[in-house]
Structures are given as structure tokens and as C-alpha cells.
């Protein structure tokens, strides 16, 4: 018994090491650089504006308020970002770095009507 | 001004560490993310094949989840196993919270934790687990790695401490169809194979995920074949 509970504390003791060394990794990993920050508005389930522009090759911060009563899900595969906005709140995306492009995005529960697009130039 | 440190030295760092690890069978690897008023049932299956004329062994796993809030999410699985020539048997229940730490996109990783319990019907074993799950985007790229630490206790087993690693490689092909990789690797497992998966939009909120992949032995202890299949349907 006391050889396992020997076993157990020395795996133990790994695995903490371990742990730590991954979260100062992950404080490593943190930028904390300020972002260029965009506002992107949904009212009557529609995107304003529906075309935004953004600097390419740099991270960018979105802004999204959802005016409407009811959510709202922020969706672009191009993007490779979904991200749901409850009504009558907001919430942040992070974005990019981009290439110059256009990047198309839509909202997933009024797709006929909630859709536009990000040119990063 | 220091350089950050790139993921995939943490992958190197949590395969490493995963070789003096513990118990886990090839499952699924989790990404970091919730997403509020989410709700999924899911359906997952392994079949452990030995094409030399051994035992097969087919897990299947039934659960229902939802968000709690914007960075919680709590599953709760039912968990049957069936032998070969033997009926399905419900073999445990197991409840799951993730913990969605960062914002996607924020940092150069994204970061969450995985909360375990189970509990094996019939028998005195139960099981608890914390994972950490990071994931990194590169281009159309994604890396996930899953670092567990599992403790097992109870009247019919000898208490144990593990640990278990799964990862994943994944090309963004296109929405409906993503191949990637994954690797599984604990103390009863170490395979290795392609994976692919894809979505399926049933419109407004309900969509089906998929996963299907097969995983290749790397030590003998692992089964010759194990065929995964999930199913995930969001609404």
C-alpha cells in the first residue's frame, strides 16, 4: 500500500509539474497587444453595416450588439467563427489575422435576411 | 520582447507526457468552445475490431446536454458496452461539465477544462477526470490536444491515478466534409488514424455533426482496429 500511495504521489507530483509548465506556457502564449476595434449592430435581424472593412494581417476585435429581442448567432465558416448573441446584449468576436479578402458571415437563426461581409484590405 | 511560445511545443510537451500515462479508450477529442442556449443530443460509437478472430468489442454512448451559461456546458451520458455473441448492456453513466476559459480567438490558443464523473452500474468503481483542452488555429489548420488526469476508486477496483492524451489535427476543407488525424494515447491505448467529419445545417438551430474514423494500433495492447462513428444533433 505504501508503494502504490509512493507511485501515485510521484505520478502526482509529475503531472503538477506538467500543469504548470503549461500554464506558464499559456500566460506565454497570451498577447495582450491592443486590438483595432469594429462595432457591428443586428436590429430587425438584419447586419449594420453588412459590409465592414478591416485591416488586413492584423487581429481584430468585433463589437456585436444585438438590438433585436431574440438571439441571434453570428456564423462564417470563411471566418471559422460562431458565436451566439442573446437578445438584447453583446458580445465579442475576435477575428483574424486576415488575409486580404472578402469573408462572408451570416446569422444563422434569420439567414434570409442576416447576412454581409468583412473585406479586409 | 519575449516570443510566445508556439502550441505546438505544448502538443510535443502533453504527447510526451502522455507516455507514462493511463486509461482511456479512443473516444472523441473536445475543442474548448460553448456556445449559450446550446443544447445537443449525441450519439457515440466505438467498435474495437480484431480481424484475427478475437473478441469485438462495440461502446456506445448516449447523452443530452445544454449550456448553462455562456462558458458552461453539463452532458450527462448513458454508456452501454456489448461482446462479441453477447446482448448490449448498460455498462455506466457519466456526467460531463465543460469550462470554456478563454474567448475563441483571443489569445494565440484557445484554452478549456473538462470536468468527469462516472459511475460503473452494478459494480463499486467510480471514476473522476479533469481535462484541459487547448487548441490552436493555424491558417485553415486546427490543433486540439486533450491532457487528462483521471482517478479511479471504489471497492472493486485497486485506486489509480492516470493520465490519458488524445489529439487532433484538422484541415478546414469545407463545412460539410473536414479530414484530420488523431492520435490516442494511455495506458491501454495508443492508436492512431484518420478521422472525418462534417456538418449538416437542418436549418435555424438544428444542425447534425459527424465523425467517423478509424485508428490504427501502435503498441500491441491496442486493438488491431477501432472504428468510431458520432452523431451530435444540435437544436
Redesign the interface.
Given at each position: 500500500m505504501h508503494s502504490v500511495r509512493k507511485f501515485c504521489n510521484q505520478r502526482f507530483l509529475g503531472l503538477t509539474k506538467l500543469f504548470v509548465t503549461l500554464i506558464v506556457c499559456m500566460s506565454a502564449s497570451f498577447t495582450f497587444a491592443a486590438k483595432p476595434e469594429f462595432e457591428l449592430r443586428i436590429k430587425d435581424h438584419l447586419f449594420y453595416p453588412s459590409e465592414l472593412h478591416v485591416p488586413a494581417n492584423v487581429k481584430i476585435k468585433l463589437l456585436v450588439l444585438n438590438e433585436d429581442s431574440t438571439p441571434e448567432e453570428f456564423e462564417s465558416y470563411e471566418l471559422n467563427r460562431e458565436k451566439v448573441i442573446l437578445g438584447n446584449s453583446k458580445s465579442v468576436i475576435f477575428i483574424g489575422p486576415l488575409a486580404p479578402g472578402i469573408y462572408p458571415f451570416f446569422g444563422e437563426f434569420n439567414i434570409t435576411t442576416a447576412q454581409g461581409v468583412i473585406i479586409a484590405e | 520582447m519575449?516570443q510566445?511560445?508556439?502550441?505546438s511545443?505544448?502538443l510535443l510537451?502533453l504527447s510526451s507526457?502522455a507516455a507514462?500515462a493511463g486509461t482511456t479508450s479512443v473516444d472523441r477529442v473536445y475543442d474548448p468552445?460553448v456556445?449559450?442556449?446550446?443544447r445537443e443530443i449525441e450519439f457515440r460509437n466505438v467498435l474495437e475490431h480484431d480481424p484475427f478472430g478475437g473478441n469485438d468489442v462495440w461502446k456506445t454512448r448516449f447523452g443530452y446536454g445544454q449550456s448553462l451559461s455562456?462558458r458552461l456546458f453539463l452532458e450527462f451520458y448513458v454508456v452501454g458496452e456489448k461482446e462479441q455473441g453477447e446482448a448490449i448492456e448498460e455498462d455506466s453513466y457519466e456526467i460531463e461539465l465543460k469550462w470554456q476559459l478563454t474567448?475563441?480567438?483571443?489569445?494565440?490558443?484557445d484554452?478549456g477544462l473538462l470536468f468527469e464523473f462516472e459511475d460503473e452500474l452494478g459494480q463499486d468503481v467510480l471514476e473522476a477526470a479533469v481535462t484541459?483542452i487547448?487548441l490552436k488555429?493555424y491558417n485553415r489548420f486546427?490543433f486540439t490536444g486533450n491532457?487528462s488526469?483521471i482517478i479511479e476508486w471504489g471497492g472493486d477496483i485497486?485506486?489509480?491515478?492516470?493520465?490519458a492524451f488524445a489529439g487532433q489535427s484538422r484541415y478546414?476543407l469545407?463545412?460539410s466534409f473536414e479530414p484530420g488525424l488523431e492520435l490516442y494515447q494511455s495506458e491501454t491505448t495508443s492508436a492512431f488514424g484518420p478521422v472525418f467529419s462534417g456538418v449538416v445545417k437542418l436549418g435555424?438551430?438544428k444542425r447534425l455533426t459527424w465523425e467517423t474514423g478509424i485508428l490504427f494500433p501502435l503498441d500491441d495492447e491496442t486493438a488491431n482496429q477501432t472504428y468510431k462513428i458520432n452523431f451530435d444533433f444540435e437544436f
Open positions: - | 519575449s510566445p511560445i508556439k502550441f511545443s505544448l510537451l507526457s507514462f468552445y456556445q449559450p442556449l446550446e455562456e474567448e475563441q480567438g483571443e489569445y494565440s490558443s484554452w484541459l487547448g488555429e486546427i491532457l488526469a485497486n485506486d489509480e491515478f492516470e493520465t478546414r469545407s463545412q435555424g438551430r
